[in-house]
């Protein structure tokens, strides 16, 4: 098709002016010519179809930041770590809801499978800490544990430092799931070890403790594996 303007580009797309400027900002979407002295936009077939994408993504949940770094690289795997994420939410969603349910006595709640309950949350000792780790390292081939000093030790400082809020364990009624472990620096934080038990895996659990490693840190996180 031709080249058309904002008004019948809004039409087809769906889109209001607002949510165009908006995308406009935050360099999702850029009309194929314009001049801005003139007030003029412009936008292509490939324009519309790109709107397109940004509504199915805005509609599935997914952030502006998360949008702008998947349509730069757009990948299957990205989508399938999303579809898990939804799928961990709505257990966790379900059981508190079932939780709830126990706790004003009104019995179990009717539903059709078992849900879930995973905690994340900050290491509370020393001790723990070196608990985590070997479970953790246990999760990698070859496995590694606290005789790594290379990667365990700046996590012993870490925690002797108070920067506790970087050194997450993720719990299952009380059992190991999966951990996010790392450390302060600069110019930026390093994640040393990120692992999710096989019994916990295509969950959406590991996205989740990037998520809740990347929230207790700024700047953003430089990511470092075994």
Known sequence: MDTIGPSEFGRITGLSSKAVRLYEERGLLSPSSRDLDLGYRRYTEADVARAGRIALLRRAGITLSEI????ADPRLPTIEAWLAAIDSERHERRN????LANA????????????????????????????????????FEPPIDRSDEQRFGDLRVAFEA???????????????????LGFKGQPS????????????????????????FEGAVEPPVVRAWP
Not at 68 to 71: K, M, V, W
Not at 96 to 99: D, E, F, I, S, V
Not at 162 to 180: H, I, K, M, N, P
Not at 192 to 207: C, K, P
């Open 189 to 212: 934080a390093t994640l040393r070890i990120l692992a999710v038990h096989s019994d916990y895996r295509r969950r959406g659990l590991g996205r989740s403790l990037l998520r809740a």
């Open 104 to 139: 004003l006595e009104f019995g179990e709640p009717t539903h059709e499978e078992d849900v879930m309950v995973v905690i994340i949350r900050s290491v509370e000792s020393l001790d723990e800490l070196n608990n985590v780790f070997e479970a953790a390292g246990a999760q």
């Open 162 to 180: 108070g920067e506790r809020d970087l050194l997450l364990v993720a719990e299952s009624d009380g059992t190991f799931a999966g951990a996010a």
């Open 96 to 99: 508190a809801l079932a939780a």
């Open 68 to 71: 702008g770094r998947f349509l």
